[in-house]
């Protein structure tokens, strides 16, 4: 073990100034742990050299299970002995990132017996991390945290850990359970997410209104985004209270409405819903006069993923509307579906979107077995490249 | 003693178990919200009850030293009842209003500021860097904190046009939603990949390789009798996917490695429409530990998107609204031909909004 802590003057100058610094956090680990020293000593040393001392890791895991854990290596083995293999770990985090003091305290302690006591909350995708692990902690880790209730997440080309907004449990805008949503989703796919066996990645986020908090258009294969299909509730009442306590009804709300499709008299707001696209604006401004409509549900959204390797896309609309009911079957049948085809069809290291790009929206659509809509479409083709099918030859000859 | 089975395949806990007594009864029934001071958000139930929630920054890599000492604040606060949220902020779920103020005390006694709400800049959502990724052309969490140290004053207080979110990613894998966010500065690698041929054909499986480049820029080739690769360098665009598949092909340069600058994307559907982030600054060196240049580089496009936009515009709609050329001019930017996309961009004709006619 390294036993004096190494000088970190360059680490020290992100000490100063008011936000909170990671470096003081790799600290506090380091005075008991002698992996967090280490890691101390080697970000030092990348910030002198400007450049990565990890090396990406070959194939590390646990039993049993193709995905989870990132292979780490330190490329200054002999000078950073203790963070020489320094594996992650992603750790499944509970739906909407809710804990109790005590759960926390559990997954400290394991998290003490096993690694660094580093920790990212949370990672991207929105596992609980734990930073730097030996190789032959990888095990009596696992088998810890199992025995507490908790198991790993996905990485690789394989279902990855989904992820779900607040939800029901606080937001008043949440038009469907995104929580158990998720958890239901997560536990249905658990062989999709430890083994895995797609052509690439693929992620499923759960947003319970169009405001997305968790990027779930930007960043899911498949996006659930809650939405509504009638009339915006509205309390006339509440809506005065605003205009009076300073709300310019007419700039604020009515003037930034995408459809203009409300009007403001100075005493009654109305809204032409036939023609409202749920944006929330109108109801992100005045919180206590509006509200989602009741009959809700979602809209699903495939394809959506940043650039590597072909480009960053956002999600199409595959589904306007879609009552979110447990068990969720739709929402597994359409994701089934998806997976046999690009399963089958997809390069290595092709996302979803990218497969659709490839073969064609409508093509894609004919092989999973869903009617194209004009909600698909921002327009209709403008190219006159059409490649017509056998139909036309069948026709002639009729 | 018996070794217990070993189990697989259970998932993360259910939820349910680490949700407070208020937030089971009225799950699914809060009316309203809001925001009476930076950090700190009411959520009214239809059943009257409310719930406080106050919400600290973090710098997302937390010791469990940290965690625990988080888990003793909710002992204290609030009968134990916490949670992150999406953009690395722990927020403690109170019901009893007294208790927000003496939760404060503690949290700025620790080191973490209370705020992230509303008009303000939030938690950048950000990556590895070189505290733990191999392919980072520069670190993360120090441009991080180097960043929010300056920008500080908007997270304790709710002082812009509308709510900004900055991302921040090491390298164009873009773990996090850097390509749609207000702000977002990625690490890029410049140079084509150096190829350690000795060791390749131990390392890595070839065929993959190859296949991994998006450009087609690796073709197989023999070195000194064996097999590796060759890399046509004008056809590399230095996305280091080739680096993840085969750590024989090293991309990271310290000499040429650094830091782009990209803004006015969003994902929330209010409004706009999901805008993807565009470039406006191609390139600024490394400049370790503190970044100077970055951050001058962020918090200029701050200052000038706050003197200038409009109440609710985020900064893809005020850009918008004024158009590229101002945008250029009002931040003083130089605009150059690297701004100009020459790569692919199909599909731009899906509908790529939740904003339908029902
Ligand atoms: S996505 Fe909508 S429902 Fe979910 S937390 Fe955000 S605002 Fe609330
Ligand atoms: S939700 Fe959006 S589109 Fe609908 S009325 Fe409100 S501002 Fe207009
Ligand atoms: S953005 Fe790139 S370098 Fe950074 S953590 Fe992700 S893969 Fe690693
Ligand atoms: S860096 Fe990217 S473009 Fe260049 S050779 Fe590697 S995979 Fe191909």
Redesign the pocket.
């Known amino acids: 073990m390294s036993e004096k802590k190494r000088a970190t003057p360059l680490l020290d100058e992100l000490k100063k100034g008011p936000w909170p610094s990671f470096v003081r956090e790799i600290e506090k680990s380091a005075e008991t742990n002698a992996m967090a020293r280490d890691t101390l000593g080697q970000v030092e040393r990348s910030y002198e050299d400007k450049i990565s001392h990890w090396k990406h890791g070959g194939l590390v895991g646990v039993m049993g299970y193709g995905g989870g854990i990132i292979g780490r290596y330190s490329d200054l083995p002999e000078e950073y002995p203790e963070v020489a293999a320094f594996h992650t770990y992603r750790v499944n985090q509970p739906s909407g990132w809710f804990y109790t003091s005590d759960i926390l305290r559990t997954l400290c302690d394991i998290w003490e017996r096993h690694g660094s006591g580093l920790t990212n909350m949370h990672g991207s995708t929105g596992d609980i991390i734990f930073l730097g692990s030996k190789t032959e902690e990888l095990e009596p880790c696992f088998r810890d945290l199992t025995e507490h209730g908790f198991d790993l997440g996905g990485s690789g080309s394989d279902v990855r850990t989904p992820s779900a ?3 029901p449990a606080r ?1 008043e ?2 038009c469907y359970d ?1 929580l158990d949503a998720c958890n239901d989703i997560t536990h249905t796919y658990q062989d999709e997410l430890h083994r895995p066996a797609f052509p690439y990645k693929f992620k499923f986020k759960f ?3 169009p ?3 968790v990027a779930s258009i930007a960043r899911s294969d498949m996006s659930v985004i ?1 939405v509504w299909k009638d009339n915006i509730q509205i309390d006339q009442e509440k809506v005065r209270e605003y205009a009076a306590n300073g709300t310019d009804i007419e700039h604020e709300v009515c003037q930034m409405c995408p459809t203009q499709c409300m009007a403001w008299d100075g005493t009654k707001l109305t809204i032409d819903n036939a023609n409202c696209v749920k944006c929330m604006h109108c109801i992100n401004v005045m919180p206590k006069a509006l509200r989602p409509g009741k009959e809700r549900g979602a809209t699903i959204l495939i394809g959506a993923k940043a650039p590597i390797i072909g480009g960053a896309l956002l999600a199409t609309v595959f589904v306007p509307f879609l009552e979110m009911k447990p068990p969720y079957d739709d929402i597994k049948e359409l994701a089934e579906a998806i997976w046999d085809f690009w399963g089958e069809y997809g390069k290595n290291r092709e996302r979803v979107g990218e497969f659709i790009q490839r073969v064609g929206l409508g093509n894609f659509l004919e092989e999973i077995g869903l009617d194209p809509i004009p909600e698909m479409v921002a327009h209709p083709r403008t190219n006159p490249y059409i490649f017509f099918e056998d139909e036309l030859e069948e026709e002639e000859d009729a | 003693m018996a070794v217990a089975e070993r189990k697989t395949d259970i998932g993360p806990p259910d939820f349910h178990q680490f949700l407070a007594p208020i937030i089971k009864k009225n799950y699914g029934k809060w009316a309203y919200h809001e925001i009476p001071e930076p950090g700190v958000m009411v959520h009214v139930a239809e059943s009257g009850d409310k719930l406080y929630t106050v919400r600290a920054g973090t710098p997302r890599l937390l010791s469990i030293v940290t965690i625990r000492a988080f888990a003793d604040l909710a002992d204290t606060y609030c009968d134990g009842y916490l949670r992150w949220t999406s953009r690395h902020n722990v927020e403690f779920l109170l019901t009893k209003k007294e208790n927000i103020e003496p939760l404060k005390a503690d949290l700025h006694k620790m080191g973490f500021p209370v705020g992230g709400t509303g008009n303000s800049i939030s938690s950048i959502v950000h990556t590895q860097g070189w505290v733990h990724c191999h392919s980072s052309a520069t670190d993360a969490s120090g441009v991080v904190k180097s960043i929010m140290d300056e920008l500080y004053p908007h997270f304790v207080n709710m002082d812009l046009p509308a709510k900004l979110r900055i991302a921040f990613a090491c390298c164009l894998n873009m773990c996090g939603a850097v390509h749609c966010s207000d702000i977002s500065v990625l690490g890029l690698h410049r140079k084509p990949p150096r190829i350690d041929h000795e060791n390749l054909p131990k390392l890595c499986e070839i065929p993959t390789l190859v296949s991994s480049c998006p450009t087609g820029a690796i073709r197989p080739a023999t070195w000194e009798g064996d097999p590796s690769v060759e890399v046509d360098e004008s056809q590399c665009m230095f996305c280091g996917n080739c680096y993840t598949v085969c750590p024989a092909m090293q991309i990271n340069n310290a000499e040429t490695d650094g830091i782009s600058i990209w803004v006015g994307g969003k994902v929330s559907n209010a409004r706009h429409t999901p805008m993807f982030s565009k470039l406006v600054i191609p390139f600024i060196p490394n400049n370790p530990p503190r970044w100077p240049e970055v951050v001058e580089a962020v918090v200029n496009i701050v200052n000038v998107y706050a003197k200038h936009a409009r109440k609710h515009e985020r900064v893809g709609e005020w850009i918008e609204r004024i158009g590229w050329p101002q945008f250029f001019k009002l931040t003083g930017i130089p605009f150059t031909k690297y701004h100009i996309d020459d790569f692919k961009h199909a599909g731009e004709t899906y509908m790529r909004t939740t904003q339908l006619r029902h």
Do not use: F, K
């Open positions: 907004c607040v939800g937001c805008w949440a995104t947003s319970g209104c405001n997305d908090c809650g």
